[in-house]
C-alpha cells in the first residue's frame, strides 16, 4: 500500500527558502517518477518539478534556478528545495508518483497513481 505524507509548508515573506518533505512507503521508491504539483486557491493543480533515478530532473519554467527537487532513497523521502520564493509560488504543494516503466516522467497530473494529503505553503 503507497502511502505519501508532505511536510515543510508554511508561511514564508517573498525572498525566502522552505524545503518540502514528501515521506513515501509501500514501493521500491528509487524506480518511479516522482514529482512536486501546486495548486492555488480555484486554479487546477499544476506540475512543478519530478525526477527519476538519482538525477533526472525536470522544473516547470517558472522556478527553473530557484527550486531544486531531490530524494533519498535510502529514507525514501523526496525534497523540493524552494529559494527565492515569491508570491505567486503559494499554494499548497502535492507529491505524486507512478511507474513510468523507464519512460520519461510525464508532467500531467492523471500520469501519477498515488499523491499525498498536501502541504500549503503560503509567501506573501
Known amino acids: 500500500h503507497v502511502q505519501l505524507v508532505e511536510s515543510g509548508g508554511g508561511s514564508v515573506q517573498a525572498g525566502g527558502s522552505l524545503r518540502l518533505s514528501c515521506a513515501a512507503s509501500?514501493?521500491?521508491?528509487?524506480?518511479?517518477?516522482l514529482a512536486w504539483f501546486r495548486q492555488a486557491p480555484g486554479k487546477q493543480r499544476d506540475w512543478v518539478a519530478t525526477?527519476?533515478?538519482?538525477?533526472?530532473?525536470s522544473y516547470t519554467d517558472s522556478v527553473k534556478g530557484r527550486f531544486t527537487i531531490s530524494k533519498d532513497n535510502a529514507e525514501s523521502t523526496l525534497y523540493l528545495q524552494m529559494d527565492s520564493l515569491r508570491p505567486e509560488d503559494s499554494g499548497m504543494y502535492y507529491c505524486?508518483?507512478?511507474?513510468?516503466?523507464?519512460?520519461?516522467?510525464?508532467?500531467?497530473?492523471?500520469?501519477?497513481?498515488?499523491w499525498g494529503p498536501g502541504t500549503q505553503v503560503t509567501v506573501s
Open positions: 505524486g508518483v507512478y511507474d513510468a516503466y523507464g519512460g520519461r516522467c510525464s508532467f500531467r497530473e492523471d500520469f501519477y497513481d498515488y
Open positions: 509501500g514501493y521500491t521508491f528509487s524506480n518511479y517518477c
Open positions: 525526477i527519476r533515478g538519482s538525477d533526472t530532473t
